[in-house]
Every structure is written in structure tokens, then in C-alpha cells.
């Protein structure tokens, strides 16, 4: 058996796993928390809901003049 990143190791020990969980969420939380933190400053907001909103605004336009060209 093979688990989604192709390794054999992870799956025939289960204790790797688990130790590899142990390692890896206490590092992940501490950025997950400056990250958390960035994006509730009113500015970092204002980027996102810029981004997100032009991303939007051009899938939109994408699917309205997709028909009308083809």
C-alpha cells in the first residue's frame, strides 16, 4: 500500500507517522498564527478582497465572452 505522496515508509509504520505529525503541527501553528494576524489588518484585507475580487470579476467576463467568441 502507498499513501498520497508515494511513500511506503509512513504507511508500513504508523509510529513515523505519528512522530511526523508531532514535528510538524507545532511548527505549522506558530505561522498559521502570524499569518492569522497579517490578514486581519485592515490593509492585508483590502489586498485579499482586491485580489480575490479582480480573480472573480475575470473568470466572470471569461465566462460571459466565452460563448459569444466561440
Same mark, same amino acid.
Given at each position: 500500500m502507498i499513501?498520497?505522496?508515494?511513500?511506503? /515508509?509512513?504507511v508500513r509504520k504508523p509510529s513515523r507517522r505519528v512522530a511526523l505529525a508531532?514535528?510538524?503541527f507545532p @511548527? %505549522? /501553528?506558530?505561522l498559521v498564527d502570524r499569518l492569522g494576524r497579517?490578514?486581519?489588518r485592515p490593509r492585508a484585507?483590502? @489586498? %485579499?478582497?482586491a485580489v480575490t475580487g479582480t480573480a472573480l470579476g475575470a473568470l466572470g467576463a471569461v465566462?460571459?465572452?466565452g460563448p459569444?467568441?466561440?
Open positions: 499513501d498520497a505522496l508515494g511513500s511506503r /515508509a509512513l508531532l514535528l510538524w @511548527a %505549522v /501553528a506558530p497579517w490578514l486581519r484585507a483590502r @489586498a %485579499v478582497e465566462l460571459l465572452l459569444l467568441t466561440a
